[in-house]
């Protein structure tokens, strides 16, 4: 069944650690996407993606960094975690089309501690 | 650039009620329109879209929406809420190949 996920659903880390989020699609989705959500419910656009090698920064600033090296897999790493990171991360995919919606998994809720 | 801005944050209606939630848009080119929903902890999932092609958009679970150039807004009604409508609403607008811009969502309360 064509989806798209996320590991781990909840997790919770030290400050200072190293952390990497998972998103996998396998609908052979060129664009990908990553929005923090943060308690207030706002979706903020962190990261984008149109395609393998090609990466780009969204409208909020982010510590975070990702890599786009397989087409179906779009990491996001947090180098070193800090309690302003805390967040939920919710990753998405869309093909290319001018109308083409984007499909979310079911987001990353981080707590750093 | 693109816009939304959906007016109530927090919305609240009877079981039977009609559900209005707002969301004016605006957008520098033609705009694509989206409504979401969002379950707790869970991802959003797509209600509808508008693609142009009609000005009144049907989606998922009975609901629909209205585009109205001419008050840049994009509507989501149902004519008649449930108790499983309680959620997250979010409005969203691309300009083409660009990627959504969220509005900052509505959280629906359905009352016995």
């Known amino acids: 069944e064509a989806d798209i996920y996320q590991t781990p659903r909840y997790l919770v880390i030290g400050t200072g650690k190293k952390i990497t989020l998972e998103c996998s699609q396998t609908?052979?989705?060129?664009?990908m996407y990553w929005y923090q959500q943060d308690p207030g419910m706002e979706l903020h656009l962190i990261h984008y993606?149109?395609?393998?090698?090609?990466?780009e920064k969204g409208d909020l600033s982010s510590e975070s960094t990702v890599s786009r090296i397989r087409t179906e897999h779009f990491p996001l790493t947090l180098e070193s975690a800090r309690p302003s990171h805390t967040s939920q991360y919710l990753c998405?995919?869309?093909?290319?089309?001018?109308?083409?919606?984007?499909?979310f998994g079911q987001g990353t809720r981080l707590t750093v501690v | 650039a693109q816009s939304v801005t959906q007016l109530g944050s927090h919305v609240s209606v009877s079981e039977g009620a009609l559900v209005l939630l707002r969301c004016n848009y605006s957008?520098?080119?033609?705009?694509?329109l989206f409504w979401y929903v969002q379950y707790p902890n869970q991802g959003l999932q797509l209600l509808l879209k508008y693609t142009s092609a009609a000005t009144l958009v049907k989606g998922i679970n009975g609901f629909e929406a209205e585009f109205k150039k001419s008050e840049t807004s994009f509507h989501l009604t149902k004519p008649s809420a449930h108790m499983s409508d309680a959620a997250e609403y979010f409005c969203a607008v691309s300009g083409g190949n660009t990627p959504l811009v969220f509005g900052k969502g509505t959280r629906l309360s359905v009352i016995a």
């Open positions: 998405a995919s869309s093909e290319w089309g001018r109308v083409s919606e984007a499909f």
């Open positions: 957008s520098s080119v033609p705009p694509y």
């Open positions: 993606s149109y395609g393998v090698n090609s990466t």
């Open positions: 609908m052979g989705h060129d664009k």
